[in-house]
């Protein structure tokens, strides 16, 4: 058997605004999007507002989003069910 089952868990990855002088904003999507098309075009950009200052910011995908990483040894409560050592 060559499958293997690797616990992950979720973490949420937020943008903090880029003002030095912002200590506490978060960058969310304004709602517009950039696409350039023709020679030199990229992906589309998502602009992004700080909630508490207002600056605004592109970037290429939007904040917040979630991901999967993989378990490592800051979460030793998760074994497998057998109970092995790495
Ligand atoms: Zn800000």
């Known amino acids: 058997m060559s499958e293997i089952e690797i616990p992950l868990r979720v973490v949420r990855v937020e943008r ?3 003002n030095a002088l912002c200590v506490s904003g978060k960058m969310l999507p304004s709602g517009n999007v950039s696409v350039s098309l023709g020679e030199g075009s990229g992906p589309p950009m998502y602009e992004h507002k700080c909630g508490h200052c ?24 998760i074994k497998t069910s057998k109970g092995r050592q790495r």
């Open 54 to 77: 207002g600056r605004t910011q592109k970037f290429y995908q939007t904040y917040p989003f979630t991901k999967y990483v993989e378990d490592k040894e800051d979460a030793p409560d």
């Open 16 to 18: 903090r605004c880029a």
